[in-house]
């Protein structure tokens, strides 16, 4: 027999449970899968198969994006009382900004990937879209949900988690994939204007998120960590971090193409090997101390969740921050290191698309999100 659910909308037990749970942190999938192919197209290795393989992956990434606008569309459409609710949870509503770069993630492919399949003109004006639309989402994320941390959501002491550069790190990734865009933006003031707006959004997000890697690093060595399904979002912090190596070889790159003056573009682009080598060598410790946080906490028995993509598109960033640095520096170093690091995105993709596959044909994935009561640490866990 039918029941009312809270919104109003008559429907099974069994179909509020599917419909009425899909969150934000549903499109970290559409990142992680994206990120593949983004990595894959600029990967400063020759391997025979890598182009195609990209080209499958960057179909996947669209598709799955469409599905979960439909899919997240109508979940607000159906149950917009449950819809609010993720906005009101102190954990689930950081997620928000998952959807932007999931919009920028699949945009990039399209330019980087899509042209040999849509022609390059749609590939192009589909990315203008795509970009447009995820730097306004994520300028808008980057802005709210610190705005409600600041005003109405209780923030226990130990509470920081990689979950809270979701929202502040859209305008990186925007100026990443804007500097894809640059070379199609005709000479003169409209190009420099959107340069300098990149750069702009690079230290936007780049400020707020050291600052929120200070507070989980001051939150681990007080606390420890959760010791549950939240230890992978330790792995975010990559994001932000490969992610800024990547947008400043980009900038830097399309900067010396012709953007601006002579003289300042040089100065950019040698800011793209300033900048990036020694953030790259505290984003390698942080890998190191992610995997002996994240393989500790799977001895002591880790249950999968959505919060295990934390696992792929950040060190996705990684790869692609790392070809940024070899393209710019030509040493073999980089492309080794770029490559290694593609292995294992690519086998962590596996693992995690497997079993959010299973996880979502056995309806495990589609109960209710976490609880905005706070998850306590503790370095016993």
Known sequence: MATASSDGASSSPTRIEVLGNIGPNWFASVMGTGIVA????????????????AEVVWIIAAVLLVVLIVLVGGHWLRHPTVARSHVRNSQMAHFYGAAPMALMTVGAGAVLIGGDLIGQRIAVDLD???????????????????????????????????????????????????AMLLPHLPPGTGRETMLYGCYAMFGLSLVASVNIIAMIWTRLTHYGTSGTARVPTLWIVLGPLGQSITAAGLL????????????????????????????????????????????????????????????????????????QLSAHTHLPAFKVAAAIAYLGLLA?????????????????????PPSSAPVKASKSR
Not at 134 to 153: K, W
Not at 155 to 171: H, I, Q, S
């Open 128 to 178: 203008w879209v795509l970009w447009t639309l995820g730097t306004l989402g994520g300028l808008f994320t980057a802005v709210s949900i610190p705005f409600l941390m600041f005003t109405q959501y209780e923030v226990e002491p130990d509470a920081a988690f990689g979950g809270w550069l979701m929202p502040v790190v859209p305008p990186m990734v925007s100026a990443a994939t804007g």
């Open 348 to 368: 962590t993709w596996i693992l995690v698309a497997i079993r959010t596959a299973r996880g979502s044909l056995r309806g495990n994935l589609l109960k209710v």
């Open 38 to 53: 983004v990595a894959g197209a600029t990967l400063p290795v020759r391997v025979p198969g890598l182009r195609g393989f």
């Open 252 to 323: 830097g790159a399309a900067a010396a193409n012709g953007a601006i003056d002579h003289q300042l573009a040089e100065d950019m682009n040698a800011f793209a090997i300033l900048f990036g080598v020694p953030v790259w060598g505290f984003a390698v410790l942080w890998i190191a101390l992610a995997t002996s946080l994240t393989v500790r906490t799977l001895c002591r028995g880790m249950p999968f969740a959505l919060t295990w993509w934390s696992l792929t598109f950040p060190v996705g960033t990684f790869v692609t921050g790392t070809s």
